[in-house]
């Protein structure tokens, strides 16, 4: 949500608590008539269900050396577990990071569930990134055999030999 569909739902809050108590309903009705779109998922994270903060982990980032076409094009088959170790349902930016770019894509997790990534790709893969833009407040962690606090997981792609 911009600042201008912020402030749209401040005002209608406002509006609406003239005649009655302020609720997380009445926020999210707010939310969503402002912007015209479900904030089901957030309000149900946020205010209703979800316990502590979003956590998730990269896990098996790999690519594989593949040919295509008459030229024999080299292209990269590359996977990725993400993983949501929270509690809340919510869409998930990914990014992979590439010798000429990046990739990114949003998908939805929710508790305990394991997205694979999958895709092929022109240029040599380097890393996969959840959140790279700090669009959700994570919860930083110590990772396994981290020098220090991770709040947004990463995990750098291995090459898979090629038979």
């Known amino acids: ?13 406002r509006d609406r608590v003239r005649e009655t108590y302020m609720t997380i309903d009445l926020v999210e009705s707010a939310a969503e008539e402002a912007t ?6 957030f309000f149900d994270y946020w205010c209703r269900a ?18 295509r076409g ?10 990725a577990e993400i993983r949501n170790l929270g509690t809340g349902r919510m869409p998930v930016p990914l990014q992979l990071t590439t010798s000429q ?18 895709f092929e790709s022109n240029h040599l893969p ?5 959140d790279a833009g700090d669009w959700i407040l994570m ?15 990463k995990a750098k792609v291995t090459i898979l030999p090629t038979e």
């Open 101 to 118: 770019g990046v990739v990114e894509e949003r998908v939805w997790l929710g508790p305990g569930e394991t997205y694979l990534w999958s």
């Open 36 to 41: 015209g779109e479900s904030w089901q998922w």
């Open 50 to 67: 979800g316990e502590g903060f979003p956590s998730y982990s990269v896990e098996n980032a790999t690519a594989e050396v593949v040919t």
């Open 1 to 13: 949500m911009g600042h201008s569909d912020w402030m749209k739902t401040t005002r209608l809050v």
């Open 70 to 79: 008459f030229n024999q094009e080299t292209r990269y088959r590359v996977s």
């Open 139 to 153: 919860m930083p962690y110590r990772g396994k055999g981290a020098s220090g606090w991770i709040s947004q997981p």
């Open 126 to 130: 380097r890393e996969v990134t959840v």
